[in-house]
């Protein structure tokens, strides 16, 4: 069965901008989880979506959002781009719950100058 | 920050040889999972362990689990160039539903 596909691979955006990463489970799967990995603060969870509804959430600020789609599908949105959100956000799915365990995508690489 | 710390930071060995790599975690987990990721691409799971199992293989794979030390550490056994990847430990702590990762380690296997 297909992976977790994360779109795009790579991203450049300018500071100010915004930016949509989209992510699209294992079929079946109905948790989506995000994450923000940097060198610096390493694996930083942002939030978690089932069933279309955000059920946790990091400590991100509030440009740092999210939505997930009656397909499971989800989107991630981040506005007014800093320099250091500069990152590899990683998408991640499950069945039912992350007790069981992840299957994450190969991540978005999002470089902001 | 509940985050993990793993050690060592870096680890390398000769191929065939074994690797074992450890974690700590803060306070009572659910359970503790290990994933392996390949410079910079997504992380792959490669095992997890509950909070009432104390050993688990899974092939060249061995995890072990003390809970009264708040630890945790995954031996490979023989190991291969293709071994050669950073390792994470996760913590899924009671009451929540995300996971916690460690601060790694970076595994390289010399041919």
């Known amino acids: 069965k297909a992976g977790v596909t994360q779109t795009p691979r790579y991203l450049i955006k300018t500071r100010g901008q915004q930016v949509t990463l989209s992510c699209s489970p294992i079929s079946g799967h109905r948790s989506v989880s995000w994450y923000q990995q940097t060198p610096g603060q390493g694996l930083q969870f942002l939030f978690e979506y089932f069933s279309e509804t955000q059920r946790n959430k990091g400590n991100f600020p509030g440009r740092f959002s999210g939505r997930q789609f009656s397909n499971s599908r989800s989107e991630m949105n981040v506005s007014t781009l800093e320099l250091g959100d500069s990152a590899l956000y990683l998408c991640?799915?499950?069945?039912?719950?992350?007790?069981?365990?992840?299957?994450f995508g190969s991540g978005t690489r999002l470089t902001v100058v | 920050s509940q985050q993990g710390e793993e050690d060592p930071q870096a680890l390398s060995i000769q191929e065939g040889e074994n690797a074992t790599m450890n974690c700590s975690y803060k306070?009572?987990?659910?359970?503790l999972q290990w994933y392996r990721q390949n410079s910079g691409r997504g992380l792959v799971h490669l095992i997890l362990i509950r909070s009432n199992e104390r050993e688990k293989h899974s092939g060249r794979l061995r995890v072990t689990l003390d809970t009264s030390k708040k630890s945790s550490s995954l031996l490979i056994t023989a190991s291969r160039a293709a071994d050669t990847a950073s390792y994470f430990c996760a913590s899924l702590y009671f009451g929540n539903e995300k996971l916690t990762f460690g601060t790694g380690t970076r595994l390289t296997i010399i041919p």
């Open positions: 306070t009572s987990i659910n359970n």
């Open positions: 991640a799915s499950s069945l039912e719950a992350v007790r069981y365990g992840y299957t």
